[in-house]
T-cell receptor, first 113, second 114 residues
Framework: GDSVTQMEGPVTLSEEAFLTINCTYT??????LFWYVQYPGEGLQLLLK?????DKGSNKGFEATYRKETTSFHLEKGSVQVSDSAVYFC????????????FGAGTQVVVTP | NAGVMQNPRHLVRRRGQEARLRCSPM?????VYWYRQLPEEGLKFMVY????????ESGMPKERFSAEFPKEGPSILRIQQVVRGDSAAYFC????????????FGPGTRLTVT
């Protein structure tokens, strides 16, 4: 079946460091791919998405490129801030799905001053 | 513009009791999704509803769990005869449509079964 695998956390970084969170997926066809972020005590918020191969999603300095050949959708940010501390979830929507999202386990990111 | 509302935020039930979780979607949204997050795990899809219809319930446990989204009022996730393994955070999301329409998530209901 379809699945999403992302790197385990926590990932601890200093402010202004480069952030990468790896995400790979297993799915038939061409799923849509998403990154969500969850701040403490809040619901998930959509960070960015890509709906076809080679698309790049970007928002708030974060980027991810849909790589069909490596079935990956890694999240990157060039210079993190303390306010980026959160849990990040990679997710996919299968081609034949009405809207159901399948999530990875989440990666906690801690940015220290 | 209010976001997705869920209540209660925290719910404690004894084994064997019933739990009712409510979700009010964003204004103008008629599609609702329920997800469950067990400790140390990602979110797992449970059910997708439109007004008065269940569209996809492939993630719902076969027994004790039910969901509805009536013409008027919030969506309800109902768990009968709760067990310790039902302890989790339950998130509701809403969207304007199917497919890649953005799903907006509520803050979740944390259910604890004692």
């Amino acid at each position: 079946g379809d699945s999403v695998t992302q790197m385990e956390g926590p990932v601890t970084l200093s402010e202004e460091a480069f952030l990468t969170i790896n995400c790979t997926y297993t799915a038939t066809g061409y799923p849509s791919l998403f990154w969500y972020v969850q701040y403490p005590g809040e619901g998930l918020q959509l960070l960015l998405k890509a709906t076809k191969a080679d698309d790049k999603g970007s928002n708030k300095g974060f980027e991810a490129t849909y790589r069909k050949e490596t079935t990956s959708f890694h999240l990157e940010k060039g210079s993190v801030q303390v306010s980026d501390s959160a849990v990040y979830f990679c997710a996919l929507r299968a081609t034949d799905s009405w809207g159901k999202l399948q999530f990875g386990a989440g990666t906690q990111v801690v940015v220290t001053p | 513009n209010a976001g997705v509302m869920q209540n209660p935020r925290h719910l404690v039930r004894r084994r064997g009791q019933e739990a009712r979780l409510r979700c009010s979607p964003m204004k103008g949204h008629s599609h609702v999704y329920w997800y469950r997050q067990l400790p140390e795990e990602g979110l797992k899809f449970m059910v997708y509803l439109q007004k008065e219809n269940i569209i996809d319930e492939s993630g719902m446990p076969k027994e004790r769990f039910s969901a509805e989204f009536p013409k008027e009022g919030p969506s309800i996730l109902r768990i009968q005869q709760v067990v310790r393994g039902d302890s989790a955070a339950y998130f509701c999301a809403s969207s304007k449509g199917q497919g890649d329409y953005e799903q907006y998530f509520g803050p979740g209901t944390r259910l604890t079964v004692t």
